[in-house]
């Protein structure tokens, strides 16, 4: 009922209907003020709305089952991300330990490197001071 297509062959018929009835081709049989056009649309009209109402139903329906779809969707790929932010965190984390103890050992190295520098210089130093 809500195609063009079924308004375009209605509109047709009603069309055909009012001629027929107007030219009497068949001995006008529903004169004028077309009372049983009427009543046939009227009958259409109530059969007409509680399918849309239907049909509105069933849209209404469909809607909420996808929107709880999106819902369920949506709260698995959050816990997804928060998974990966974990996973990241902790990459993180070991990382950071990871350049700290790098650090450490650079700075062991560079105190064992200054010793070794400092100590041949300092039998010079102490031959100076006598």
């Known amino acids: 009922m809500g195609s063009w297509r079924f ?3 209605q509109s047709l018929l009603l069309a055909s209907w009012v001629v027929l009835n107007v030219i009497g081709v068949f001995r006008a049989w529903d004169p004028y003020p077309f009372i049983l056009l009427n009543l046939m649309l009227s009958f259409q009209a109530a059969y ?3 399918i849309i109402m239907m049909s509105q139903n069933r849209q209404a329906e469909i809607d ?3 929107a709880q779809h999106d819902y369920e969707i ?3 790929a959050e816990l997804e ?3 990966l932010q974990d996973k990241m965190n902790l990459l993180r984390d070991e990382e950071v330990v ?3 103890s790098l650090l450490q050992e650079q700075q062991q190295r560079l105190r064992q490197i ?3 520098l400092v ?3 300092r039998p010079d130093l102490d031959s100076r001071k006598d």
């Open 48 to 50: 007409a709305a509680p």
């Open 98 to 100: 990871q350049i700290l």
């Open 7 to 9: 308004i375009i062959i």
């Open 64 to 66: 909420r089952q996808d």
């Open 81 to 83: 991300i928060e998974l």
């Open 119 to 121: 100590d041949p210089l």
């Open 74 to 76: 949506n709260m698995k």
């Open 114 to 116: 200054e010793r070794l």
